[in-house]
Structure formats: C-alpha cells, structure tokens
C-alpha cells in the first residue's frame, strides 16, 4: 500500500481576514466538519518556499548562512532560501536565484531532498529543498540588492559532518536546514543520492487552488 498525503478541504463557511502584511496575511475560517460541527481555525496565508542545501561533494562542506531572525531572537545557522515569486516561475528556479542572490553560487547539478509543510497546524507554507552539486561562483543577478537582515547576513562553507553533529546535538535549529541535512545524510548513507527525484519532480501540494 502506498502511503501518502490525501487531497482534502473541508468546506469554509466563512472567512474573516483578521490583518494583511508585506507577504502572508492572518484568516480566521469557520470550517464546517465532516459530521457536521463548525470550527475555527486562524492560520498565515504564504506563497510557499525552496531552500538549497549546496554540497561541495569534493571538500565534502555545505554554503551555510548565519542570518538574524527577530521572531525567534536569534542568529541562525541556515541554508540559502526564499519565497516562490509567482505562480510562472519554475520551482527550481527560484532555487536557482536564492542560491546566487544569498551565496553567490551557481550548480550543475539540481534534484529534490524532500517537500514538507513546515508549520501546517498555523501556516499555510509549502517547501520544497534541494540539493545542489557541481558548484561556482557566480554574480548575484541583475538589480538584486541585499536588504534588511540580509544586509548583516555572512556565508561560509562548513564541514558536512560537523553541521550534522551540530543539528543532533540541537546547536542548529532551522527548520530547513535540520530537514535538509537529515535528508542529504539519509540518502547518501541509503545509496539514494542517484535516485532522488529529478529537479522538475510534480510538487502536489503547489498543484492544488490555494484556499
């Protein structure tokens, strides 16, 4: 038997949008249950992500950032990530632009880590990592312009190993980093790296209409 996420939406009876920002904007949904009880549920809506986890096989080493967030009050340790533009660029081109825009790297060789929902009881977010090989170094695209916490962002290359010790030890706490390189650690001690999915791979979940 396959195991596997099920398509589903419960019918919303009614939505209030509770208040917009730059990116995400906050809803309050009543949504009617399959045996008739009426809920609420307040979640971000959000344009969905990528994260890369660019692994310079030869040096066995990972392009990490160390980025202020100021929800959580911290410097992270974090792979190169951003937001999806709009619903006509291709997924892994947006990867492509985050690896440059953040690191200054560019790839030849693009597949798919691993898709996940990374807050789903609270946010709408879908992401998706990849893994990058056969790097260079490259110029940040025309007309990007470093902003905001990206303006105190630095970069460096960091042993594979050692960032696992860290992730399992809990010194290194992003969501996208820890997922990325449990899977990268995964499929290369399962023999997996030659079979993971393409960079072009169906994406379901960014198949669907947004609700």
Same mark, same amino acid.
Not at 198 to 211: E, G, K, L
């Given at each position: 038997?396959?195991?596997?996420?099920k398509p589903?939406?419960?019918?919303?009876?009614?939505?209030?949008?509770?208040?917009?920002?730059?990116?995400?904007?906050? /809803? *309050?949904?009543?949504? #009617?249950?399959?045996?008739?009880?009426?809920? =609420? %549920?307040? @979640? &971000?809506?959000?344009?969905? !992500?990528?994260?890369?986890?660019?692994?310079?096989?030869?040096?066995?080493?990972?392009?990490?950032?160390?980025?202020?967030?100021?929800?959580?009050?911290?410097?992270?340790?974090?792979?190169?990530?951003?937001?999806?533009?709009?619903?006509?660029?291709?997924?892994?081109?947006?990867?492509?632009?985050?690896?440059?825009?953040?690191?200054?790297?560019?790839?030849?060789?693009?597949?798919?880590? /691993? *898709?996940?929902?990374? #807050?789903?009881?609270?946010?709408?977010?879908? =992401? %998706?990592? @990849? &893994?990058?090989?056969?790097? !260079?170094?490259?110029?940040?695209?025309?007309?990007?312009?470093?902003?905001?916490?990206?303006?105190?962002?630095?970069?460096?290359?960091?042993?594979?190993?050692?960032?696992?010790?860290?992730?399992?030890?809990?010194?290194?706490?992003?969501?996208?980093?820890?997922?990325?390189?449990?899977?990268?650690?995964?499929?290369?001690?399962?023999?997996?790296?030659e079979g993971?999915?393409?960079?072009?791979?169906?994406?379901?979940?960014?198949?669907?209409?947004?609700?």
């Open positions: 038997m396959s195991i596997a996420d589903l939406r419960w019918d919303v009876v009614h939505r209030d949008v509770l208040g917009k920002g730059a990116i995400s904007s906050f /809803v *309050d949904d009543r949504v #009617t249950t399959p045996s008739g009880d009426t809920v =609420q %549920r307040q @979640y &971000l809506t959000h344009p969905g !992500a990528v994260a890369v986890v660019a692994w310079d096989e030869d040096a066995d080493t990972i392009a990490c950032l160390h980025q202020y967030r100021h929800p959580v009050g911290m410097e992270l340790v974090e792979i190169p990530a951003g937001l999806l533009d709009g619903v006509d660029e291709a997924w892994v081109d947006a990867a492509r632009r985050e690896l440059a825009e953040e690191v200054e790297l560019a790839a030849q060789r693009w597949q798919v880590l /691993v *898709d996940i929902c990374p #807050t789903a009881g609270a946010c709408q977010e879908s =992401q %998706r990592i @990849y &893994l990058a090989r056969g790097l !260079a170094r490259t110029e940040r695209p025309h007309g990007f312009e470093l902003e905001g916490e990206e303006l105190e962002m630095s970069w460096e290359w960091l042993d594979r190993a050692a960032l696992l010790e860290a992730v399992l030890e809990g010194r290194c706490q992003s969501q996208a980093l820890v997922t990325g390189i449990l899977a990268l650690e995964t499929a290369r001690l399962g023999g997996r790296l993971l999915r393409p960079s072009d791979a169906p994406w379901p979940i960014r198949s669907r209409p947004r609700p």
